[in-house]
C-alpha cells in the first residue's frame, strides 16, 4: 500500500455510534454459493433507528453551530431517512427543524414521519409547486421570525456532508486491518451521491485497493456517476487534498431501478426476505433491499468468483418499514 493522504477534516460533532459492527454473513454467503459477503452496519449508528446520514450530519450540525445557526431546514420524500435523521440531530442539538416533503400531506404519520412528528419536526408539504420554491419560503418565514436557519440540500449530500463517509473509510480500515481481512468490493444503495463519493474519495484518501459498486435505486447511472465524482472531487479540495483523479473509480449500476423510486418488486421482497432468514438482519424496501437484490442477482450472473470478499454497506432504511407494510407481506 501507498503513504496515505491526510485529509484536514472541519469540526465535527458525535452524533453516531461508531465503529459500526463489521460482520460477516456467513449464512447468506453459503446459501448463495459466492463470494464471501462482510455487512457493514450503518443501520446501527443509533440516531432514531440509525442510517448513513449520521455521518454526514456529524459535520453538517458542525457546521451550522459555527455558522450560528439555530435551525435546520431540509428536504426529502415523505419517508425519507435523512429527514427523519435531520430531526433526531436537531431535537438532540437543540435547534429547531423544518423539513419539506415532497407531495400532500396523506394524513396518516407512520414510518419515518411518525418519527418526523415525535421528534418536533415541522412538516411543510410541496403539493405540486417545485421543491426549491417552498424550501426558500420556509426559509424566508424563518428569518421573519428572527431566526437563523441552516439549509441542508437533498441527502445531507454536499462537500460537508460527504466528509462523513471519507471518515468511514478511515474506520473500515482499522477494522479490516483488526479483522486481517480483505475485500474486493462494496456494494451498496445510492441516490443523491454524497455516500459514495465519500467512500470513493475515503479508498483513495486511505489507500483501500477495493472497487466500489453504487446500486441506483432511482436514477441513470450516467447522472450518478457525474454527481458523485463532482461532488468527490469538490470534496477533495474542502479537505485540503488538492485535484485528485476520482471518475475512474465511480461505478454504477442501475439496472435494478425497475419501475422506479420505492416501486417494491418481487425482487426487494425476496432480498428482504433472503437476509432475514438467513442472517436475521433487517434491510428497508426502497434503498437497502434494492441494493441486496443487485447483488444477489450479480451473484447469481457469476460477477464474483467463490475467493472474493464483497462488503455490503447497510446504509439504514429500517424506520421506512411500517409503510410499506402492505408490499412486504
Ligand atoms: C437507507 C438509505 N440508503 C442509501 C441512501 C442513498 O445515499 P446517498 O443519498 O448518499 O446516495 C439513502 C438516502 O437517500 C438512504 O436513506
Same mark, same amino acid.
Given at each position: 500500500?501507498?503513504?496515505?493522504? !491526510? $485529509?484536514?477534516? $472541519?469540526?465535527?460533532?458525535?452524533?453516531?455510534?461508531?465503529?459500526?459492527?463489521?460482520?460477516?454473513?456467513?449464512?447468506?454467503?453459503?446459501?448463495?454459493?459466492?463470494?464471501?459477503?462482510?455487512?457493514?452496519?450503518?443501520?446501527?449508528?443509533?440516531?432514531?433507528? &440509525? @442510517?448513513?446520514?449520521?455521518?454526514?450530519l456529524e459535520f453538517l450540525l458542525a457546521e451550522a453551530q459555527k455558522q450560528g445557526c439555530d435551525h435546520l431546514v431540509t428536504v426529502g420524500s415523505p419517508q425519507s431517512n435523512h429527514c427523519r435523521q435531520t430531526a433526531a440531530a436537531a431535537a438532540r442539538s437543540g435547534l429547531g427543524c423544518s423539513l419539506v416533503l415532497k407531495g400532500a400531506d396523506p394524513g396518516q404519520y407512520t414510518g419515518n414521519l411518525l418519527l418526523d412528528r415525535l421528534l418536533g419536526a415541522h412538516l411543510y408539504w410541496t403539493e405540486d409547486r417545485p421543491v426549491a420554491d417552498v424550501v426558500a419560503?420556509?426559509?424566508?418565514?424563518?428569518?421573519?421570525? +428572527?431566526?437563523?436557519?441552516? !439549509?441542508?440540500?437533498?441527502?445531507?449530500?454536499?462537500?460537508?456532508g460527504v466528509a462523513g463517509y471519507v471518515l468511514a473509510m478511515q474506520e473500515l480500515r482499522e477494522q479490516l486491518a483488526a479483522q486481517k481481512q480483505n475485500i474486493d468490493f462494496? *456494494?451498496?444503495?445510492?441516490?443523491? &451521491? +454524497?455516500?459514495?463519493?465519500?467512500?470513493?474519495?475515503?479508498?483513495?484518501?486511505?489507500?483501500?485497493?477495493?472497487?466500489?459498486? @453504487?446500486?441506483?435505486?432511482?436514477?441513470?447511472?450516467?447522472?450518478?456517476?457525474?454527481? *458523485?465524482?463532482?461532488?468527490?472531487?469538490?470534496?477533495?479540495?474542502?479537505? &485540503?487534498?488538492?485535484?485528485?483523479?476520482?471518475?475512474?473509480?465511480?461505478?454504477?449500476?442501475?439496472?435494478?431501478? @425497475?419501475?422506479?423510486?420505492?416501486?417494491?418488486?418481487?425482487?426487494?421482497?425476496e432480498a428482504i426476505r433472503m437476509v432475514a432468514g438467513w442472517e436475521g438482519i433487517v434491510l428497508d424496501p426502497v434503498y437497502t433491499g434494492r441494493a441486496m437484490a443487485g447483488l444477489i442477482d450479480l451473484i447469481r450472473w457469476g460477477a464474483f468468483t467463490r475467493g472474493q470478499t464483497v462488503l455490503f454497506w447497510h446504509t439504514g432504511g429500517t424506520a421506512a418499514l411500517p409503510a410499506f407494510a402492505d408490499k412486504l407481506l
Amino acid at each position: 500500500m501507498g503513504p496515505m493522504m !491526510n $485529509p484536514n477534516y $472541519p469540526p465535527r460533532v458525535h452524533l453516531a455510534h461508531l465503529p459500526t459492527p463489521l460482520e460477516r454473513m456467513d449464512r447468506l454467503s453459503r446459501h448463495l454459493n459466492g463470494p464471501q459477503i462482510l455487512i457493514k452496519r450503518d443501520d446501527q449508528t443509533g440516531l432514531a433507528t &440509525g @442510517g448513513n446520514k449520521t455521518r454526514k450530519l456529524e459535520f453538517l450540525l458542525a457546521e451550522a453551530q459555527k455558522q450560528g445557526c439555530d435551525h435546520l431546514v431540509t428536504v426529502g420524500s415523505p419517508q425519507s431517512n435523512h429527514c427523519r435523521q435531520t430531526a433526531a440531530a436537531a431535537a438532540r442539538s437543540g435547534l429547531g427543524c423544518s423539513l419539506v416533503l415532497k407531495g400532500a400531506d396523506p394524513g396518516q404519520y407512520t414510518g419515518n414521519l411518525l418519527l418526523d412528528r415525535l421528534l418536533g419536526a415541522h412538516l411543510y408539504w410541496t403539493e405540486d409547486r417545485p421543491v426549491a420554491d417552498v424550501v426558500a419560503e420556509v426559509i424566508n418565514e424563518l428569518q421573519a421570525m +428572527g431566526r437563523t436557519p441552516y !439549509n441542508i440540500p437533498l441527502g445531507g449530500s454536499n462537500v460537508v456532508g460527504v466528509a462523513g463517509y471519507v471518515l468511514a473509510m478511515q474506520e473500515l480500515r482499522e477494522q479490516l486491518a483488526a479483522q486481517k481481512q480483505n475485500i474486493d468490493f462494496i *456494494v451498496f444503495a445510492t441516490s443523491s &451521491g +454524497g455516500t459514495q463519493a465519500g467512500i470513493v474519495l475515503g479508498a483513495i484518501v486511505y489507500d483501500l485497493p477495493v472497487r466500489i459498486l @453504487g446500486i441506483s435505486v432511482d436514477h441513470p447511472a450516467a447522472m450518478i456517476k457525474t454527481n *458523485v465524482s463532482a461532488l468527490a472531487t469538490a470534496t477533495a479540495t474542502h479537505l &485540503g487534498l488538492g485535484t485528485l483523479t476520482i471518475s475512474d473509480r465511480v461505478e454504477v449500476n442501475d439496472d435494478y431501478v @425497475g419501475e422506479g423510486y420505492a416501486m417494491v418488486s418481487d425482487a426487494e421482497r425476496e432480498a428482504i426476505r433472503m437476509v432475514a432468514g438467513w442472517e436475521g438482519i433487517v434491510l428497508d424496501p426502497v434503498y437497502t433491499g434494492r441494493a441486496m437484490a443487485g447483488l444477489i442477482d450479480l451473484i447469481r450472473w457469476g460477477a464474483f468468483t467463490r475467493g472474493q470478499t464483497v462488503l455490503f454497506w447497510h446504509t439504514g432504511g429500517t424506520a421506512a418499514l411500517p409503510a410499506f407494510a402492505d408490499k412486504l407481506l
